[in-house]
């Protein structure tokens, strides 16, 4: 693999990435005052789906055609524009609030918000492929692990910024949003004053530098994929459990809300403990330099992952205590696991088409979560959130056994992958 980062990208990166989890604390503040908002105003399981549903929606349909573009269009641009409509569509929100009542139309204000999940669709594939760009690749699984940290930890921040203003303004959305605008301000100078490198074969707008027609370039993608041994699995095994959380994900705020309390504060406690546990599992993987055995930690900690969800569906009401051990011991393995996806990815994949690997590798892992996410209402009503909550954590644990046991996965081999790096980087030749 053809070696791009250096001592200076690797300095240019930093800088950068300081500005995106200033970005990134602005988008987490509007995005727990817009559920949280939702929750309160209608009390409706449904529509809450609805609105998570209609958020992520893009991401997937959208992420196979921004991955491309990441690998064709000038990345630096592209996230500009990105974030830039991002916060337009920020201060469209803020103008429905001033101008009309969205108290009367919550729909309305759902379908607005879905926009911010296009802006993300473009911005999440382009970022991700920039990083083994600018980061040595000696660097790559440390800088994994410290960049989870500190999303975790910007989680946490974002998270209780959002419940605080929206308890000091009286749930007063039109206010919050105000946060996302400052914080887009903010970030966007970094990325002005950097140098973002590009990769061969980036910039065509209906063929790539090599020929290949922008269809082509998202076969490969899928080529790519099909060449590293267990991928595939991984894949499958992602899909079917982002299925089963989907329900757990739009349920929680309206849980908290219902069963245990009715203040933002509570459910900024509760991500606080899950994020916190974050924070420790990223300390651990920042200085743990290198991961042997990547399969069996990777299965182990999904299995630990979603037993735990089961904590959430017996702990009695206003008994928060359970409920914070078992969010802060998912938060400790959630960057374990993760850290341990990247690294394959970023180690496996040549720079110039990252973009439309990880595209598509997030775009199949979600396909069928928006699925998930849309039948969180209906089951609420029919079977109660506990249930939903038990029934996601049983299933979840079953499958990751299941497909540790019955697969081949267990004997693939992601410490030593350069016969596979070989055959990818020929893929054109």
Not at 20 to 44: R, Y
């Amino acid at each position: 693999m053809e070696e791009l980062a250096d001592k200076s990208t690797f300095k240019s990166y930093l800088f950068f990435w300081s500005g995106q989890l200033v970005s990134l604390m602005g988008s987490l503040v509007v995005q727990f005052a817009i559920i949280w908002w939702i929750t309160i105003k209608t009390g409706d399981a449904f529509l809450l789906s609805i609105g998570i549903f209609l958020y992520f929606l893009p991401m997937v349909l959208l992420t196979p055609i921004t991955g491309v573009l990441a690998d064709r269009m000038n990345r630096k641009t592209l996230i500009i524009i990105a974030d830039s409509s991002q916060a337009l569509v920020t201060v469209w929100v803020i103008g429905l609030f001033y101008f009309s009542d969205p108290v009367q139309f919550p729909l309305v204000l759902i379908l607005i918000n879905s926009l911010r999940g296009v802006c993300q669709a473009f911005h999440m594939p382009t970022v991700s492929a920039i990083v083994p760009t600018m980061v040595p690749k000696d660097k790559l699984s440390r800088i994994n692990g410290v960049s989870f940290l500190f999303t975790s930890l910007i989680q946490i921040v974002g998270s209780l910024i959002g419940a605080v203003l929206m308890a000091i303004t009286a749930n007063k959305l039109e206010v919050v949003l105000w946060f996302d605008v400052l914080t887009f301000g903010i970030a966007v100078i970094p990325l002005l004053l950097i140098k973002i490198p590009s990769v061969k074969g980036l910039i065509e707008t209906n063929k790539g530098a090599n020929g290949t027609s922008f269809r082509e370039e998202f076969k490969e993608g899928i080529t790519i994929i099909k060449l590293i041994p267990g991928m595939i699995t991984l894949l499958f095994l992602d899909m079917l459990l982002n299925f089963l959380i989907s329900p757990v994900n739009v349920l929680l705020p309206l849980y908290i809300y219902e069963e245990h309390s009715t203040s933002p504060i509570s459910l900024a406690i509760m991500m606080l403990f899950l994020y916190g546990g974050m924070i420790l599992g990223g300390v651990i993987t920042s200085l743990k330099k290198e991961w042997k055995h990547k399969t069996t930690f990777y299965f182990a900690g999904l299995m630990i992952v979603m037993g735990l969800i089961s904590v959430f569906g017996i702990a009695p009401s206003g008994f928060f205590i359970l409920m914070w051990i078992g969010g802060a011991l998912i938060g400790f393995v959630l960057p374990v696991i993760n850290t341990i996806y990247m690294t394959i990815i970023q180690t496996t994949v040549p720079p110039d088409k990252l973009g439309r690997v990880s595209s598509v590798n997030q775009s199949i892992a979600s396909s069928i979560s928006p699925i998930g996410t849309l039948a969180a209402g209906p089951l609420a009503v029919a079977i109660g959130m506990r249930s939903i909550f038990l029934s996601s954590s049983i299933l979840g644990v079953l499958v990751v056994f299941l497909i540790w046991r019955f697969t081949k996965i267990r004997h693939v081999d992601f410490d030593n992958f350069e016969i596979v790096i070989e055959k990818i980087n020929n893929i054109n030749k």
